[in-house]
């Protein structure tokens, strides 16, 4: 008779990046449902000089005030800082199974970039439904437009 090995399976560790910058809804979302898909949600939290490298900006909450936000919730597992716009770089330190992105990267250069890095260490991409109704860039020009009425 062939029997089946002890084994132990490991659980899935997912990753997802973000700014975190005015956290809203589409924040809740992709964490929430990226929590769903692995056993170890890490979210990494962009510090902002990395932020204003990669988008021209820096953000309005600063970094160690966005990082105990994502850590206070509860589909989090662990937050940790990310630095890079290169995913490999915090996958070296965290050995994620999948790195987690909005649907608006699917299709689209960066995405595919994203998904090559990522073969490269054996981590996959899992697209998300991006919430269209609300984002920081929205909410940073309303306050941008607020001010600048003042």
Not at 29 to 41: E, P, T, V
Not at 119 to 125: D, K, L, T
Request: with cysteine; glycine share 6%; proline share 3%.
């Amino acid at each position: 008779t062939v029997g089946y090995q002890n084994r132990q399976i490991r659980p899935i560790v997912g990753y997802v990046p973000g700014v975190f910058d005015l956290f809203h809804i589409g924040h809740l979302n992709i964490l929430k449902r990226a929590r769903a898909l692995c056993d170890h949600l890490v979210a990494g939290v962009v510090i902002d000089s990395a932020v204003e490298k990669m988008k021209g900006y820096r953000p309005i909450v600063p970094f160690e005030e966005r990082i105990e936000i994502v850590r206070a919730i509860s589909c989090v597992d662990e937050a940790v800082t990310d630095t890079s716009r290169d995913k490999r770089v915090v996958w070296s330190e965290h050995r994620f199974d999948v790195i987690f992105k909005g649907s608006d990267w699917e299709d689209t250069d960066k995405g595919r970039m994203l998904e090559k890095e990522m073969a490269e260490v054996g981590a996959r991409v899992i697209y998300l439904p991006y919430t269209q109704h609300t984002s920081s860039t929205m909410l940073r020009d309303v306050l941008t437009r607020l001010v600048n009425s003042l």
